[in-house]
C-alpha cells in the first residue's frame, strides 16, 4: 500500500502542494524520515502502517511493536548511512536523488512496475546488500572517477 500512495504524491497535482515537502531533502538524514506535510503522514505513512495490523485485528501491544518497528526502519532509510547488519538505505536515497524511482520500500514493487530500472544500473545498487562488516561499502564498491 505504501508504494501506491507514495508513487500517487510523485503525481504533479499532489507533489507540488503536499510531497514536495518532503523532497526538499536530496541527502536525507534519520528525522527527515516524518518531515512531511500532514496529508501526506496520514496517507503515505500512517494508513500503510495501520491496515495490516487493524484488518487481522492483533493486540494493541502487538500494533506498537510494529508502529516502533516502522518507525526504526524508516528511520533508517532515511539516515544516510548504511549500518551493518540493518537494512540498507541506498534504495531510498537514490529515490530523493532521482525522484522518479525507487517508491517502495522492500523492492518488490519498484521490480514489478519497472520503476527501479535506472538504479539497477548504478553503484548504489551494487551496495543495496545486507552489511555482515565494517568496512564501508563505498570502499569496497567505490563510485567510478570523475572525469573533469
Known amino acids: 500500500m ?7 504524491l510523485h503525481h504533479p497535482v499532489f507533489y507540488k502542494k503536499i510531497h514536495k515537502k518532503h523532497h526538499e531533502w536530496t541527502a536525507p538524514i534519520g528525522v527527515i524520515s516524518l518531515y512531511a506535510h500532514p496529508v501526506e503522514h496520514v496517507v503515505s505513512n500512517m494508513l500503510p502502517a495501520m491496515v495490516g ?3 487481522m485485528g492483533s493486540h494493541l501491544s502487538s500494533i506498537m511493536v510494529w508502529f516502533s518497528l516502522t518507525l526504526i526502519i524508516t528511520t533508517i532509510s532515511h539516515c544516510g548511512y548504511h549500518l551493518p547488519f540493518l537494512p540498507s538505505p541506498e534504495f531510498h536515497d537514490y529515490h530523493h536523488l532521482k525522484f522518479n524511482q525507487c517508491y517502495g520500500v522492500l ?6 512496475h519497472g ?3 535506472v538504479f539497477k544500473q548504478t553503484k548504489a545498487y551494487e551496495r543495496h546488500i545486507l552489511l555482515l562488516g565494517f568496512t564501508p561499502l563505498s570502499e569496497s564498491i567505490p563510485d567510478p572517477p570523475k572525469m573533469e
Open 2 to 8: 505504501f508504494y501506491y500512495s507514495h508513487r500517487l
Open 107 to 112: 523492492g518488490v514493487l519498484d521490480h514489478l
Open 115 to 117: 520503476t527501479d530500472t
Open 53 to 55: 495490523p487493524v484488518v
